[in-house]
């Protein structure tokens, strides 16, 4: 290997004095270096087919590793100019009727727990009992990639995925509950969106 061989000539330069042999290997080994990092990336972007494979692809080779958000056209003919002006019209098209609190965005309320006080029949705890189990609790927290974006609470599916044990439990009680009182946690309707620029597409065809 050239890199065993520029090691061994480099001793025997500095015992000789006579580093003619040792710089010509060490050039030729740097670059059979560079070669072999240029192979392999060219390698790397031929073989990404995958959608999280290109997403990171993406992020690698953007600037600062985010995508910024361009100026759309209003219905009035003019433009946003603003940031803000660009999400809110986005959510205005995408989610009509919502409500959009974009300095809040990212807040996370505390588990609303009022629904407990409320019975519910037996036959609907033991169709939610049914209906979810732990194995498609297991199934379902394990179906995301670890790294999957979080939700507005900031935890990534590696969380819940690698303490499974410790939480299906509380997991568990929660989403029957849901199920069976036909209730859904005020922190539940929350959602974070991320809209993906695609340049050329009409503001009711880009994807959220």
Not at 73 to 92: A, D, S
Not at 109 to 134: H, M, N, P, Q, T
Request: glycine fraction near 6%; charged fraction near 30%.
């Amino acid at each position: 290997m050239k890199r065993r061989e520029v090691c061994r000539l480099f001793n025997v330069a500095k015992n000789s004095g006579n580093w003619t042999d040792y710089r010509r290997i060490l050039t030729d080994y740097n670059e059979a270096l560079r070669q072999a990092k240029r192979e392999s990336w060219r390698r790397h972007c031929e073989e990404t087919e995958k959608a999280p494979d290109c997403a990171r692809l993406q992020r690698i080779l953007s600037k600062d590793g985010q995508s910024a958000v361009s100026s759309l056209q209003l219905e009035n003919g003019e433009y946003t100019t603003t940031e803000k002006g660009t999400l809110e019209e986005l959510l205005r098209v995408h989610f009509p009727g919502s409500e959009i609190n974009l300095e809040t965005f990212g807040g996370w309320d505390s588990l609303d727990l009022d629904f407990l006080k409320w019975k519910g029949s037996r036959e609907d705890w033991a169709v939610s009992s049914r209906v979810i189990s732990c194995d498609k609790l297991k199934w379902a927290v394990f179906s995301f990639q670890p790294y999957k974006s979080s939700g507005i609470d900031g935890i990534m599916p590696i969380v819940l995925q690698q303490g499974f044990e410790r939480l299906a439990g509380k997991h568990l009680m929660l989403l029957r509950a849901s199920l069976a009182l036909g209730y859904i946690l005020m922190s539940w309707r929350h959602i974070r969106v991320v809209f993906i620029p695609k340049p050329g597409k009409p503001l009711s065809q880009r994807s959220p």
